[in-house]
C-alpha cells in the first residue's frame, strides 16, 4: 500500500564503487524526482521527470545518472562513489509538473553512507 | 537563480505556547507549499497557497501567503510535543519549474 516506495532503505559503501537505488510508485502520477538531503537537512531536488522524460536536470556531476523506464519507476545510479555523495536521497512523485500546484509525494529515502 | 530562505533555523518551544516560523523568497512565486518531516521520517505535504494574501488553516496551524508572493509563514498556536519536527516551505516560480525547499525551521518542544 506504500504510496513511494525506495530501494535499499540504507546503503554503506565504499568510495570509488558504484551503485543504484530504486524508486516506485503506485499513484498514476506523471512526475518523479530525486531530492538530495544533506546532513544540515537542505533538500536539493536533483532530477526530474514527466512521463518518462528528463524535464529538471540541476548542476549534478555526471556521475549520477537518473533512468525512468516507465512512468511508475524512476532510478538512479551513481558511479565512482565519493564521501560528499553521503546523503539522504529521497525519490518524490506528483501528479503534475511542480509549479501547477502538485503537492509532492515522498518516497521513505534511501541513507547513502560512503565510507 | 531563485532562493528561499527560512528562518529561524531552529525554535525551541516551550509546549502549550505559540511560535511562527518564516519563509521568504527571492522572486515572485507563482505557489508555495509546506511540509514537515519528523525526526527519521520524509517530507510530507502540509498546505498548498496560491493566491496573494491568501490564509489557511489546518486546526492549530495557520499559514499566510504574502500580498506580493513572495514571503509566507507558518504559525502554530498551542505547541505539542506531536508539533516536534522540521517544517520546509517550498516555491515555484512558474508551470513546470521546479520546487525550490527552503532551508526548513527545526522545531523541539519542551515538555
Known amino acids: 500500500d506504500t504510496a513511494v516506495s525506495q530501494t535499499p532503505k540504507y546503503l554503506v559503501t565504499q568510495m570509488g564503487n558504484d551503485k543504484s537505488i530504486k524508486c516506485e510508485q503506485n499513484?498514476?502520477?506523471?512526475?518523479m524526482y530525486w531530492y538530495k538531503q544533506d546532513s544540515k537537512k537542505f533538500l536539493k531536488i536533483m532530477f526530474s521527470?514527466?512521463?518518462?522524460?528528463?524535464?529538471i536536470n540541476e548542476t549534478v556531476p555526471n556521475r549520477f545518472s537518473p533512468k525512468s523506464p516507465d512512468k511508475a519507476h524512476l532510478n538512479l545510479h551513481i558511479n565512482s562513489l565519493e564521501l560528499g555523495d553521503s546523503a539522504v536521497y529521497f525519490c518524490a512523485s506528483s501528479r503534475g509538473l511542480a509549479g501547477v500546484s502538485n503537492e509532492q509525494f515522498f518516497g521513505p529515502g534511501t541513507r547513502l553512507t560512503v565510507l | 537563480g531563485q532562493q528561499v530562505m527560512q528562518i529561524p533555523q531552529y525554535q525551541h518551544v516551550q509546549e502549550g505556547e505559540d511560535f511562527t516560523t518564516y519563509c521568504n523568497s527571492s522572486?515572485?512565486?507563482?505557489?508555495i507549499q509546506w511540509y514537515k518531516q519528523r525526526p527519521g521520517g520524509h517530507p510530507v505535504f502540509l498546505i498548498q497557497?496560491?493566491?496573494?494574501?491568501e490564509v489557511k488553516k489546518q486546526k492549530r496551524l495557520t499559514f499566510q501567503f504574502g500580498e506580493a508572493k513572495k514571503n509566507s509563514s507558518l504559525h502554530i498556536t498551542a505547541t505539542q510535543t506531536t508539533d516536534v519536527g522540521t517544517y520546509f516551505c517550498?516555491?515555484?516560480?512558474?508551470?513546470?519549474?521546479?520546487?525550490?525547499f527552503g532551508g526548513g525551521t527545526r522545531v523541539l518542544v519542551k515538555p
Open positions: 521527470y514527466n512521463n518518462k522524460e528528463l524535464i
Open positions: 522572486t515572485t512565486l507563482s505557489n
Open positions: 497557497l496560491v493566491k496573494s494574501g
Open positions: 499513484l498514476g502520477h506523471d512526475t
Open positions: 517550498a516555491g515555484a516560480r512558474a508551470a513546470g519549474n521546479k520546487l525550490t
